[in-house]
Protein backbone atom coordinates (compact mmCIF):
# COMPACT_ATOMS: atom_id res chain seq x y z
CA UNK A 1 0.00 0.00 0.00
CA UNK A 2 1.17 3.61 -1.14
CA UNK A 3 1.85 5.99 2.22
CA UNK A 4 1.29 9.80 1.13
CA UNK A 5 3.95 11.50 2.51
CA UNK A 6 4.63 15.70 2.67
CA UNK A 7 8.00 16.15 2.09
CA UNK A 8 9.80 19.91 2.77
CA UNK A 9 11.82 20.70 -0.34
CA UNK A 10 14.49 23.86 0.02
CA UNK A 11 14.67 25.72 -3.57
CA UNK A 12 18.33 27.72 -3.53
CA UNK A 13 20.43 26.64 -6.37
CA UNK A 14 22.64 24.83 -3.41
CA UNK A 15 20.05 22.34 -3.44
CA UNK A 16 19.48 22.27 -7.23
CA UNK A 17 21.43 18.64 -7.40
CA UNK A 18 19.28 16.96 -5.74
CA UNK A 19 15.90 18.73 -6.34
CA UNK A 20 16.89 19.56 -10.09
CA UNK A 21 16.95 15.68 -10.65
CA UNK A 22 13.93 14.70 -8.02
CA UNK A 23 11.22 17.15 -10.47
CA UNK A 24 12.54 15.45 -13.39
CA UNK A 25 12.86 12.08 -12.75
CA UNK A 26 10.31 10.92 -9.62
CA UNK A 27 6.52 10.53 -10.67
CA UNK A 28 4.84 9.61 -7.29
CA UNK A 29 1.85 11.79 -6.72
CA UNK A 30 1.58 10.42 -3.27
CA UNK A 31 4.52 12.15 -2.16
CA UNK A 32 3.44 15.47 -1.93
CA UNK A 33 6.40 18.75 -2.55
CA UNK A 34 6.34 21.79 -0.71
CA UNK A 35 8.34 24.63 -1.40
CA UNK A 36 9.39 27.04 0.85
CA UNK A 37 12.70 29.03 2.57
CA UNK A 38 14.18 26.78 5.95
CA UNK A 39 12.49 28.82 8.21
CA UNK A 40 9.20 28.01 6.40
CA UNK A 41 10.01 24.06 6.72
CA UNK A 42 11.00 24.44 10.48
CA UNK A 43 7.88 25.79 11.25
CA UNK A 44 5.73 23.65 9.36
CA UNK A 45 7.83 20.20 10.29
CA UNK A 46 7.33 21.30 13.57
CA UNK A 47 3.38 21.57 13.38
CA UNK A 48 3.28 18.35 11.72
CA UNK A 49 2.16 19.80 8.56
CA UNK A 50 5.13 18.10 6.91
CA UNK A 51 6.34 14.57 7.32
CA UNK A 52 9.70 14.98 6.51
CA UNK A 53 12.30 18.07 4.79
CA UNK A 54 14.96 19.88 4.62
CA UNK A 55 15.37 22.06 7.36
CA UNK A 56 17.67 24.05 9.28
CA UNK A 57 20.35 22.00 11.69
CA UNK A 58 18.67 23.92 14.76
CA UNK A 59 15.38 22.97 14.07
CA UNK A 60 16.38 19.47 14.61
CA UNK A 61 18.54 21.00 17.80
CA UNK A 62 15.22 22.91 18.64
CA UNK A 63 12.78 19.70 19.09
CA UNK A 64 14.99 16.50 19.34
CA UNK A 65 12.54 14.06 20.58
CA UNK A 66 10.22 15.27 17.48
CA UNK A 67 13.18 14.09 14.68
CA UNK A 68 15.36 11.69 13.69
CA UNK A 69 17.90 12.52 10.70
CA UNK A 70 18.25 11.05 7.74
CA UNK A 71 21.80 10.03 7.18
CA UNK A 72 24.36 10.84 3.97
CA UNK A 73 22.60 13.83 3.61
CA UNK A 74 22.70 17.60 4.28
CA UNK A 75 23.61 21.12 2.83
CA UNK A 76 27.18 21.83 4.01
CA UNK A 77 30.97 22.73 3.74
CA UNK A 78 34.47 22.15 4.61
CA UNK A 79 35.51 25.54 4.57
CA UNK A 80 34.28 28.09 1.83
CA UNK A 81 30.36 27.56 1.24
CA UNK A 82 29.81 30.85 -0.68
CA UNK A 83 26.57 31.84 -0.36
CA UNK A 84 26.36 32.34 3.73
CA UNK A 85 27.72 35.70 3.93
CA UNK A 86 28.20 38.24 6.67
CA UNK A 87 28.73 41.72 3.99
CA UNK A 88 29.80 44.64 6.28
CA UNK A 89 31.16 48.39 5.33
CA UNK A 90 33.61 48.16 8.64
CA UNK A 91 35.39 46.07 9.69
CA UNK A 92 34.34 42.73 11.41
CA UNK A 93 36.08 43.55 14.38
CA UNK A 94 34.46 47.06 15.02
CA UNK A 95 31.07 45.49 14.85
CA UNK A 96 30.48 45.78 18.27
CA UNK A 97 27.19 47.31 19.09
CA UNK A 98 26.85 48.24 15.40
CA UNK A 99 23.31 47.05 14.01
CA UNK A 100 23.42 44.07 12.03
CA UNK A 101 20.93 42.70 9.86
CA UNK A 102 20.05 38.92 10.46
CA UNK A 103 18.26 36.78 7.59
CA UNK A 104 15.31 35.29 8.34
CA UNK A 105 15.26 32.60 5.84
CA UNK A 106 17.58 30.18 8.43
CA UNK A 107 17.79 30.35 11.53
CA UNK A 108 20.90 28.18 11.69
CA UNK A 109 22.58 31.24 10.08
CA UNK A 110 21.47 33.35 12.47
CA UNK A 111 22.92 31.33 15.43
CA UNK A 112 26.29 30.90 13.44
CA UNK A 113 26.76 34.58 12.78
CA UNK A 114 25.94 35.19 16.53
CA UNK A 115 28.38 32.49 17.81
CA UNK A 116 31.15 34.05 15.26
CA UNK A 117 30.75 37.39 16.53
CA UNK A 118 29.99 36.42 20.07
CA UNK A 119 32.43 33.31 20.39
CA UNK A 120 34.86 33.58 17.98
CA UNK A 121 35.31 38.16 17.63
CA UNK A 122 34.43 38.89 21.32
CA UNK A 123 31.81 41.59 20.60
CA UNK A 124 28.37 42.22 20.66
CA UNK A 125 26.12 44.05 17.92
CA UNK A 126 22.91 45.11 17.88
CA UNK A 127 20.72 42.67 15.84
CA UNK A 128 17.47 43.07 13.68
CA UNK A 129 15.74 40.36 11.83
CA UNK A 130 14.34 41.00 8.19
CA UNK A 131 13.16 39.20 5.22
CA UNK A 132 15.56 40.77 3.08
CA UNK A 133 18.96 42.44 3.29
CA UNK A 134 16.70 45.78 2.03
CA UNK A 135 15.89 48.71 4.43
CA UNK A 136 13.64 51.32 4.13
CA UNK A 137 14.21 54.68 4.20
CA UNK A 138 13.18 55.32 7.59
CA UNK A 139 15.16 52.64 9.36
CA UNK A 140 18.69 52.56 10.51
CA UNK A 141 20.93 51.42 8.19
CA UNK A 142 22.68 48.54 9.83
CA UNK A 143 26.48 48.38 9.08
CA UNK A 144 26.76 44.73 8.21
CA UNK A 145 24.19 41.80 6.81
CA UNK A 146 23.72 38.45 7.04
CA UNK A 147 22.04 36.86 3.69
CA UNK A 148 22.03 33.28 2.70
CA UNK A 149 21.60 31.04 -0.17
CA UNK A 150 20.42 32.99 -3.63
CA UNK A 151 20.28 36.47 -2.01
CA UNK A 152 23.87 36.01 -0.77
CA UNK A 153 25.14 35.12 -4.16
CA UNK A 154 23.27 38.34 -5.80
CA UNK A 155 24.83 40.39 -2.94
CA UNK A 156 28.45 38.66 -3.71
CA UNK A 157 28.13 39.68 -7.32
CA UNK A 158 26.95 43.02 -6.54
CA UNK A 159 29.62 44.00 -4.53
CA UNK A 160 27.98 47.07 -2.77
CA UNK A 161 29.81 45.79 0.50
CA UNK A 162 33.59 46.83 1.47
CA UNK A 163 33.97 43.48 3.49
CA UNK A 164 32.37 39.83 3.64
CA UNK A 165 32.76 37.19 5.74
CA UNK A 166 31.92 33.29 4.63
CA UNK A 167 30.38 31.89 7.51
CA UNK A 168 31.89 28.57 6.77
CA UNK A 169 35.39 29.58 6.65
CA UNK A 170 35.30 31.57 9.79
CA UNK A 171 33.45 28.35 11.61
CA UNK A 172 36.53 26.04 10.18
CA UNK A 173 38.98 28.51 11.07
CA UNK A 174 38.47 28.64 14.48
CA UNK A 175 37.18 24.56 15.17
CA UNK A 176 38.77 22.80 11.79
CA UNK A 177 35.36 21.51 10.92
CA UNK A 178 33.08 21.76 8.51
CA UNK A 179 29.28 22.91 8.92
CA UNK A 180 26.40 21.19 8.39
CA UNK A 181 24.13 24.22 7.20
CA UNK A 182 20.99 22.02 6.77
CA UNK A 183 19.60 17.82 7.35
CA UNK A 184 16.88 16.03 6.26
CA UNK A 185 14.48 15.47 9.01
CA UNK A 186 11.60 13.14 9.12
CA UNK A 187 9.14 13.44 12.07
CA UNK A 188 9.58 10.37 14.95
CA UNK A 189 6.21 9.81 14.78
CA UNK A 190 5.90 9.09 10.57
CA UNK A 191 9.19 7.24 10.67
CA UNK A 192 8.28 5.10 13.58
CA UNK A 193 4.56 4.57 11.81
CA UNK A 194 6.03 4.42 8.39
CA UNK A 195 9.63 3.29 8.24
CA UNK A 196 8.93 1.66 4.69
CA UNK A 197 7.75 4.50 3.30
CA UNK A 198 10.89 6.51 5.01
CA UNK A 199 13.46 4.38 3.56
CA UNK A 200 11.48 4.29 0.15
CA UNK A 201 11.85 8.40 -0.07
CA UNK A 202 15.55 8.11 1.40
CA UNK A 203 17.17 6.14 -1.23
CA UNK A 204 15.31 8.08 -4.10
CA UNK A 205 17.02 11.55 -2.76
CA UNK A 206 20.52 9.71 -2.37
CA UNK A 207 19.54 9.05 -6.24
CA UNK A 208 18.57 12.02 -7.42
CA UNK A 209 21.71 13.21 -5.46
CA UNK A 210 24.24 10.76 -7.24
CA UNK A 211 22.70 11.72 -10.71
CA UNK A 212 22.80 15.28 -9.72
CA UNK A 213 26.25 15.57 -9.07
CA UNK A 214 26.86 13.43 -12.32
CA UNK A 215 25.20 16.59 -13.83
CA UNK A 216 26.34 19.16 -12.57
CA UNK A 217 27.49 20.98 -15.38
CA UNK A 218 24.34 21.11 -17.15
CA UNK A 219 22.58 21.92 -13.64
CA UNK A 220 24.35 24.75 -13.43
CA UNK A 221 23.61 25.76 -17.09
CA UNK A 222 20.09 25.22 -16.09
CA UNK A 223 19.70 26.79 -12.45
CA UNK A 224 22.66 29.83 -13.30
CA UNK A 225 20.44 32.41 -14.61
CA UNK A 226 18.10 32.84 -10.87
CA UNK A 227 21.05 34.65 -9.73
CA UNK A 228 22.17 35.91 -12.36
CA UNK A 229 25.46 34.09 -12.77
CA UNK A 230 27.10 32.54 -15.22
CA UNK A 231 26.89 28.58 -15.84
CA UNK A 232 31.04 28.42 -15.40
CA UNK A 233 30.66 30.45 -11.77
CA UNK A 234 27.54 28.39 -10.78
CA UNK A 235 29.62 25.03 -11.47
CA UNK A 236 32.39 26.41 -9.40
CA UNK A 237 29.86 27.51 -6.33
CA UNK A 238 28.10 23.94 -6.81
CA UNK A 239 31.37 22.12 -6.70
CA UNK A 240 31.92 23.80 -3.40
CA UNK A 241 28.59 22.54 -1.72
CA UNK A 242 28.98 19.27 0.06
CA UNK A 243 25.91 16.98 0.63
CA UNK A 244 26.88 13.95 2.78
CA UNK A 245 26.77 13.47 6.44
CA UNK A 246 29.86 11.44 7.39
CA UNK A 247 31.75 11.29 11.13
CA UNK A 248 33.36 14.41 10.74
CA UNK A 249 29.73 16.16 9.67
CA UNK A 250 28.29 14.60 12.22
CA UNK A 251 31.51 15.72 14.66
CA UNK A 252 30.77 19.13 13.46
CA UNK A 253 26.95 19.01 14.01
CA UNK A 254 27.89 17.77 17.79
CA UNK A 255 29.70 21.03 18.26
CA UNK A 256 27.35 23.52 16.39
CA UNK A 257 25.22 21.97 18.96
CA UNK A 258 27.27 21.99 21.85
CA UNK A 259 27.44 25.95 20.63
CA UNK A 260 24.13 26.30 21.56
CA UNK A 261 23.26 24.60 24.22
CA UNK A 262 25.75 26.82 26.14
CA UNK A 263 24.18 29.81 25.14
CA UNK A 264 20.88 28.45 25.92
CA UNK A 265 19.28 28.73 22.49
CA UNK A 266 18.48 24.67 22.56
CA UNK A 267 17.78 22.00 25.27
CA UNK A 268 20.70 19.58 26.07
CA UNK A 269 18.36 16.50 24.89
CA UNK A 270 19.66 17.84 21.04
CA UNK A 271 22.83 15.07 21.71
CA UNK A 272 23.05 13.26 21.45
CA UNK A 273 22.22 12.61 17.35
CA UNK A 274 19.40 10.26 16.23
CA UNK A 275 20.41 9.20 12.31
CA UNK A 276 18.40 7.03 10.41
CA UNK A 277 19.28 4.96 7.64
CA UNK A 278 22.79 3.66 6.00
CA UNK A 279 25.80 5.13 7.79
Known amino acids: MKISARI ?15 RQT ?11 PPTVLNRMLHENELDLGFVSSQEYALHPGEYRILSDLSISATGTVGSVFLFSNVPFSRLGECLVLLSSQSQTSVSLVKIILEEFYRITPRYRVSMSSETDAESEKPAAVLAIGDEALRLSAGGEYLY ?3 LGEAWQVQTGLPFVFAVWAVREEFYRKYPETVQA ?16 REISALVAGRVPMDAEACFQYLQGIEYDLGSEKQEALIRFFEYLVSRGEVPATALPLKVCGKQ
Open 26 to 36: VRRADWQVTEA
Open 164 to 166: RLD
Open 8 to 22: GMVNYINTAPLYEMW
Open 201 to 216: IHKELLRCLRAGKEQL
